[in-house]
């Protein structure tokens, strides 16, 4: 059984950092892309950025030059570095990834359970 265990949100203020994790577990094959999404109430998911497996990311207009996303492909692990925070990043951010199970032929897209970042004004 895969899982995705994501780690480190919190409550920050305007201008803080913090970093999120997102660990990789299970027998797997390989991680295929990885990112990171966020959902404020009210409001649908989005996309904040990805990762390929080389380590080609991509982010959202809103947080490029204030976040920085890494992954270690030894450890299995994802990491999110959040600088400059907004108050307008406060939502539940889920970690994703496309793996390829041990015994399966197949992508399969894998969440994890999501983890509260607040930015207090």
């Known amino acids: 059984q895969v899982q995705l265990v994501e780690s480190g949100g919190g409550l920050v203020q305007a201008g803080g950092s913090l970093r999120l994790s997102c660990a990789v577990f299970?027998?797997?094959?390989?991680?295929?892309?990885m990112g990171w999404y966020r959902q404020a109430p009210g409001k649908q998911r989005e996309l904040v950025a990805s990762?390929?497996?080389?380590?080609?990311?991509n982010y959202a207009d809103s947080v490029k030059g204030r976040f920085t996303l890494s992954r270690d492909n030894a450890k299995n692990t994802m990491y999110l570095q959040m600088n400059s925070l907004k108050p307008e990043d406060t939502a539940v951010y889920y970690c994703n990834a496309a793996i390829i199970p041990s015994g399966r032929d197949g992508v399969i897209n894998y969440w994890g359970q999501g983890t509260q970042v607040t930015v207090s004004s």
């Open positions: 990762i390929t497996r080389s380590g080609r990311t």
């Open positions: 299970g027998s797997i094959l390989s991680i295929n892309a």
